[in-house]
T-cell receptor, first 114, second 109 residues
Framework: SQTIHQWPATLVQPVGSPLSLECTVE??????LYWYRQAAGRGLQLLFY??????ISSEVPQNLSASRPQDRQFILSSKKLLLSDSGFYLC?????????????FGSGTRLTVV | AQRVTQPEKLLSVFKGAPVELKCNYS??????LFWYVQYSRQRLQLLLR??SRESIKGFTADLNKGETSFHLKKPFAQEEDSAMYYC???????????FGTGTKLQVIP
């Protein structure tokens, strides 16, 4: 069966420090991968999505970047964190075949920038 | 641009009472709609999809294109239904899903 792993679960980082959040998927190949940020009262905001290795699309301009170095690995990064980067980050995957399948989400990373 | 509106931040109902979580969408194409649920200390997970026309955990949702709505309903609420519910719209070829702001359902014993 397919599983998605996301780590770390929580992270406290100082302003100006770098960031690297990792997400890996098992049990499937060539998935679509997504990074979302979940904010209280604001729902989930799509940050990046990827349809293949090295293919990244950004939905909103921001201080973050994403990379997909391997088929089932998706990384969210920042060179210098801002206070506004604090939030709950979710990774998700979906298969390419069959519209309407929906997402499978990771357990999330709670990032606090201090 | 696509938009999903969930007008209620919090919905409190008594156990055994009917539940209706509202969702309206704005999209010019043919929508694919979903409900996701997040129970306390659990992952966000898919509850149901409109294309499946299924009932999951007693919940159903009917797509009403005339009213651009996809309300989630359950005839008799249970305490274990207490959770955060998100309505979502797939409007992109790569399943770029737009989420609503969520409704917290609180079932009072």
């Amino acid at each position: 069966s397919q599983t998605i792993h996301q780590w770390p679960a929580t992270l406290v980082q100082p302003v100006g420090s770098p960031l690297s959040l990792e997400c890996t998927v098992e049990g499937t190949s060539n998935p679509n991968l997504y990074w979302y940020r979940q904010a209280a009262g604001r729902g989930l905001q799509l940050l990046f999505y990827s349809v293949g290795i090295g293919q990244i699309s950004s939905e909103v301009p921001q201080n973050l970047s994403a990379s997909r170095p391997q088929d089932r690995q998706f990384i969210l990064s920042s060179k210098k964190l801002l206070l506004s980067d604090s939030g709950f980050y979710l990774c998700a995957w979906s298969p390419k075949t069959g519209d309407g399948y929906g997402y499978t989400f990771g357990s999330g990373t709670r990032l606090t920038v201090v | 641009a696509q938009r999903v509106t969930q007008p209620e931040k919090l919905l409190s109902v008594f156990k055994g009472a009917p539940v209706e979580l509202k969702c309206n969408y704005s999209y010019s194409g043919s929508p694919e709609l979903f409900w996701y649920v997040q129970y306390s200390r659990q992952r966000l997970q898919l509850l149901l999809r409109h294309i499946s026309r299924e009932s999951i955990k007693g919940f159903t949702a009917d797509l009403n294109k005339g009213e651009t709505s996809f309300h989630l309903k359950k005839p008799f609420a249970q305490e274990e239904d207490s959770a955060m519910y998100y309505c979502a719209l797939n409007s992109g070829g790569y399943q770029k899903v737009t989420f609503g702001t969520g409704t917290k359902l609180q079932v009072i014993p």
